[in-house]
């Protein structure tokens, strides 16, 4: 994931660059909205500090949304239910209030993301002989059903979703067992063992050492 922040609070997008590489997360970190808005194209998420020099940050966050079709997450020093509310009605797709922790930004983040890419993906997924329908659950080898559980199945349609990108150990383990990693790491694994079996293509799903797993480089997202 490349993630624009545009801010002048450089202490926190020292710290939030240092999380974010841990996470195979690239940021570029820009001070103005108009360096901001030059470097949308090479963006797949905008983090959009509030205070900013000589424009009010909502109107930034205006701007972005009638450009381009970025998710866009408010980070604000203001916590106010009032200020969160004009956040969300300027068009962003979440407001934090700082401090900001940055696991829970990262989680945040890739839901972020996948909203996004439901949106405008048809729901197929293909990896040499396997084809993986999300819209209506099913998976096929050779042409063949392969029959998963649920758990399985929502599994490999989170990592299909997140595309080529990572889909982070504490993602799945949240999302799926509403646990943290340390509690749900050896479910998680277990079923990644099984799926990897069912289907009969381990290199379907790469694991990335000590941060999740992706889909292989080979799949194409339909």
Request: with cysteine.
């Amino acid at each position: 994931m490349r993630v624009l922040l545009v801010g002048d609070d450089l202490r926190m997008a020292q710290a939030l660059t240092r999380s974010f590489a841990r996470h195979e997360i690239r940021t570029s970190h820009v001070f103005s909205p108009q360096q901001g808005m030059a470097a949308l194209n090479e963006a797949d998420l905008v983090l959009l500090d509030l205070a900013l020099p000589d424009i009010d940050g909502l109107e930034v966050c205006r701007q972005i949304r009638a450009t381009r079709n970025l998710p866009v997450i408010i980070i604000s020093g203001r916590a106010e239910v009032g200020h969160r509310i004009l956040g969300l009605r300027a068009g962003a797709d979440d407001y934090l209030a700082k401090p900001v922790d940055a696991e829970e930004l990262i989680a945040r983040m890739h839901a972020a993301r996948r909203r996004l890419i439901n949106e405008v993906m048809p729901g197929k997924v293909f990896f040499q002989d396997v084809v993986v329908d999300l819209c209506r659950r099913s998976v096929t080898v050779g042409g063949t059903e392969v029959r998963l559980s649920r758990k399985e199945f929502e599994i490999l349609a989170l990592i299909s979703v997140n595309a080529n990108e990572v889909c982070t150990r504490e993602m799945l383990a949240l999302r799926l067992w509403n646990r943290p990693w340390s509690a749900a790491g050896n479910t998680v694994a277990v079923h990644i063992s099984t799926l990897r079996a069912k289907i009969g293509r381990p290199t379907l799903i790469e694991t990335v050492r000590g941060v999740g797993y992706r889909l292989a480089a080979a799949a194409a997202v339909e």
